[in-house]
């Protein structure tokens, strides 16, 4: 198909938007001059695009009746069966809405989305595919993936499996209680902010933030590139394991993953103990503004276990651990201003796998605006303010923050292998109804994010075990390690969790 050639008029209208103006005759002149490289553009549009091969079979692709999904997890449901033998032989899997898996529809948890089924697996489901997993559905997720409740879908809200009407966390909500409901063993999640943390500590499940880059981020629906994760949610610490080892390294089509060498080895860590490793127990990470008292007590007695397993356990200070968040929230709301509403959700000035299909049908987000959940709204008006105000310095004053945020949890990490502090500061909450105010839909999206969305800056592996509840409502443990330091993370994790009699 030829491409659409532009009158002059629309060509002088480009050409102010930009601040130039043409003379009438060097508006012709430009106008001719274009012809030759929308020729080009012609045999471009000729040319088959060049994308992966999808090698299983899909088959029973359908949205789930009501009585068949209770908890308003399931996007749509599938069976994709991987290899015959592997790892995974036997694993049922949940993929994460925003996450490419070709045959079965994708929404991201939006309307703007309609119509758009992906013609490619992602890197991640094709190698769980080849681990022999066992491909079960699409999980819903966030709207756009920009809440950590679980309350924005257009598919409507995720209830919380351990109490109904409570939220399951967000925005990886329908993985995480999939996972704890049982329908399945695994699923992969996204984080950006908390986003497979989050869902993991409310519903009482592992989630692992790995990182970043660790995992490759190709077919999945980007947020903010020095942000995008994806990570493992499991019902157990060695199901994460043995799902990271399939995950994990390079795919050369992500260029998240310029920094990431020699992977694997989770599971074969996970014998090694907890004795010797040293944790420092992060102050700043408790006694936050909306902290329970019951989660940090929760977490300071999870602490004292692992002292008893053999680690080393001593309390640490940094108090820049407090300006993380001021620092993600600017990384956050202008790059996923441009890379997702500008950019079309991929952006431009990288090398890998585009899918342009996912381009096109989110670009048609701007016909649909006002279908957007506030989370989305608030976060491209502050975004695109802060960005005509200040021509993006403020977005790159905080990229150079999160470089030194980096290096302060680094320092520590001369003396300790792991810090230790509650995922989240308050246990799940209720959903708010469908007639909450925005002050409420706001609050249940963003109040949970303390202590995890620094590290989607830095960019250290971090996981959310579960280490108790309190009236039945999971409270989460984090773990965070050096970059690449999964293993170690993985010992202390696992060791806690057999410590407890919890796990396999």
Not at 319 to 335: D, F, R
Request: a negative charge.
């Amino acid at each position: 198909m030829a491409i659409r050639r532009p009158d002059p008029t629309e060509l002088d209208e480009i050409a102010a938007d930009f601040g130039i103006t043409l003379t009438p005759a060097q508006l012709a002149g430009y106008h001719a001059a274009l012809q030759a490289n929308f020729d080009a553009y012609d045999q471009l549009e000729a040319l088959p695009d060049y994308l992966p091969a999808v090698r299983y079979p899909r088959q029973d692709v359908h949205q789930p009746a009501a009585a068949d999904n209770p908890l308003g997890a399931w996007q749509c449901k599938a069976l994709i069966r991987g290899q015959g033998a592997g790892p995974l032989a036997g694993k049922r899997v949940a993929i994460k809405d925003n996450i490419a898996v070709a045959g079965l529809p994708m929404l991201n948890g939006t309307f703007t989305l309609d119509g758009y089924t992906p013609e490619v697996d992602a890197t991640v489901v094709t190698r769980l595919l080849d681990a022999g997993a066992t491909i079960a559905g699409k999980a819903v997720c966030e709207a756009l993936c920009f809440s950590g409740g679980s309350h924005t879908s257009a598919s409507g809200p995720v209830h919380n499996p351990r109490r109904h009407g409570y939220s399951a966390g967000g925005s990886s909500s329908g993985s995480a209680a999939l996972v704890a409901a049982g329908e399945v063993e695994m699923a992969v999640g996204s984080d950006q902010g908390g986003s497979v943390r989050i869902p993991a500590a409310y519903c009482g499940v592992c989630g692992m933030k790995p990182t970043h880059g660790l995992v490759p981020y190709t077919g999945a629906m980007p947020i903010e590139s020095t942000l995008d994760h994806l990570g493992p949610i499991t019902a157990t610490v060695r199901d994460n394991a043995l799902m990271l080892d399939v995950l994990a390294g390079v795919d050369g089509l992500d260029p998240r993953q310029a920094l990431v060498g020699a992977t694997g080895g989770y599971v074969e860590a996970l014998s090694l103990g907890v004795a010797g490793l040293r944790i420092g127990v992060l102050r700043e990470g408790f006694g936050q503004a909306n902290s329970e008292a019951v989660v940090d007590e929760a977490v300071r007695e999870a602490a004292q276990v692992l002292r008893r397993l053999g680690a080393s356990v001593a309390e640490v200070s940094l108090p820049m651990h407090a300006q993380g968040p001021a620092i993600w929230l600017a990384i956050a709301a202008e790059g996923a201003t441009q890379q997702m509403m500008k950019g079309n959700s991929h952006g431009f000035n990288w090398r890998g796998l585009y899918l342009n299909g996912m381009i096109g049908h989110h670009a048609s987000w701007r016909e649909r605006a006002d279908e957007l959940p506030d989370t989305v709204k608030t976060t491209m008006i502050l975004g695109e303010y802060i960005n005509r105000q200040y021509q993006g310095r403020l977005y790159g004053k905080a990229q150079n923050l999160a470089r030194a945020l980096r290096a302060a949890y680094d320092e520590l990490f001369e003396d300790f292998d792991l810090l230790l502090m509650p995922t989240l500061p308050l246990r799940a909450t209720p959903l708010p109804g469908p007639d909450a105010g925005l002050e409420d839909t706001l609050g249940r999206a963003f109040e949970m994010l303390g202590n995890t969305c620094g590290f989607d800056a830095t960019g250290h592996p971090a996981i959310s075990i579960p280490c108790g509840e309190s009236d039945g409502l999971p409270i989460g443990l984090q773990l965070v390690g050096r970059y690449f330091g999964e293993r170690e993370i993985y010992r202390a994790a696992y060791a806690f969790e057999q410590g407890l009699g919890l796990g396999e």
